[in-house]
């Protein structure tokens, strides 16, 4: 080995021991900013899938005698277990895809809901009312802020309350 | 990179020898040592910036499905709620004071509170989240009141 290159490899080991340094310097406070981001991320994109589920188990348990309800139900049960609950790009991709499904359906089995409902003469159980619902339990009404800590989430709890 | 030629004029230009470190033990020249410095912080530099994007991303996917799944649960829990408390709320004011409580409680800030998660945001031992457990059970009650088959 040359001089020339001893000193290159040199420099190279010089980096190579920089580069470790200065990636384990924050490992786990960088690790951890992204969990918590994720955590939020994911409890925001599930939770209208998983109202519209509890919503269909009611629906099918009341027995409304609507073939077409019934149908709907099952497409929208058939939809969401094909949702993959990782955040892998095909994934990602996927529920985008399904979701803008979904909320169609979802709005015809609500006007389905309405109809059979009509006789009650109250005012109307909307996909928009369930859509409001999943935004203000998302945090995403009063825009939920990632070091929010406990003082300033009982301020937006409260503002919930309001509605 | 730019400065890599300007770097190696310098050592060259010296008359100082270059010695290769030994394991553990290494006294550098002055040179060496100035050497060093530059590439070590430019290493530090780089490795701090790609490792930074590394640890978001790493953890937000070991995040994310837990998220998913409370965030999943928590809907539907409201949605269950939601539409009994439309169909039955007139008639039973437990079952409407329920459903607005639950809208307090399970929102995003409370369910992710660090008084549940760990300091690492990780759920109790047992992986349960003890708000929603409660909640659950009281769905649960409400299910069997008005025969509703959960699938």
Known sequence: ?163 | MSDENDLLDDVWGSDSDVELPHENEVKYSRDLQKLREQHNKRGYLDGIVSSKEANLQQGFNDGFPTGANIGFEVGKIIGILQILNYRYGQENSQLRDDYQESLKVLKIANMLSKQVFDPDFRLPDDGKHPILQKWQAKVDEYCTLYSITRK
């Open chain 1, 1 to 163: 080995m040359s001089e020339f290159d001893e000193l290159l490899h040199l420099e190279e080991d010089f980096y190579n021991e920089g580069y470790q340094e200065g990636h384990n310097e924050n490992l786990k406070s960088n690790f951890l900013e992204g969990k918590q981001f994720g955590l939020q991320v994911g409890f925001q994109r599930f939770v209208l899938l998983g109202q519209m589920v509890g919503i269909c188990d009611v629906l099918d348990s009341m027995n409304l005698q609507s073939s077409a309800l019934s149908k709907n139900v099952q497409s929208i049960r058939d939809l969401i277990s094909k949702i993959g609950m990782t955040n892998d790009d095909e994934n990602v991709e996927e529920l985008e895809k399904i979701m803008i499904k979904l909320k169609n359906k979802f709005r015809t089995i609500m006007i389905t809901f309405q109809r059979i409902m009509k006789k009650d003469k109250r005012e109307p159980f909307t996909f928009e009312i369930i859509e409001e619902i999943s935004r203000i339990i998302a945090g995403e009404v009063q825009g939920f802020v990632e070091d929010e800590d406990v003082s300033e989430a009982k301020t937006s709890q409260d503002q919930a309350q309001a509605w």
